[in-house]
């Protein structure tokens, strides 16, 4: 079964993609940057993660690195409604990069398309 993690502090879009994206997908939510920084450093093992820029406690990408040097195999994508979320994804070193005005079967597509 694939795993995911989705970074993400609005519980209605990040409840949303979780029930969307649980058929065949072991999705496992965290509401701030803290909660994410816990999950990768436990060893949880994902083959993609989602990240929002804007978290209660930090910025989404500020978790690319931890997840870099500990799982180098995962997938991240950032999930964002800022307009420079292109510039921010690729110079923190994400997979991908996704506006959240972007409809959600396009979405949902992108993001598998990430998992091996």
């Known amino acids: 079964m694939k795993r995911m993690m989705i970074v993400e502090d609005h519980s209605a879009f990040a409840q949303a ?5 649980g058929e065949g997908t072991d999705v496992i939510l965290a509401r701030t940057l803290e909660e994410g920084r816990a999950l990768v450093r436990d060893g949880d093992l994902f083959d993609v993660v989602v990240l929002d820029l804007a978290l209660p ?12 040097e500990r799982h180098p195999q995962t997938r991240v994508a ?7 979320i292109g510039e921010v994804a690729s110079r923190a070193g994400a997979d991908a990069a996704i506006p959240k005005e972007t409809p959600l079967p396009e979405i949902i597509s992108s993001l598998r398309g990430l998992t091996p």
């Open 17 to 21: 993609l979780q029930l969307v994206l």
């Open 57 to 68: 406690d930090g910025v989404g990408t500020d978790l690319i690195p931890d997840i870099r």
């Open 78 to 84: 950032v999930l964002s409604a800022r307009d420079d």
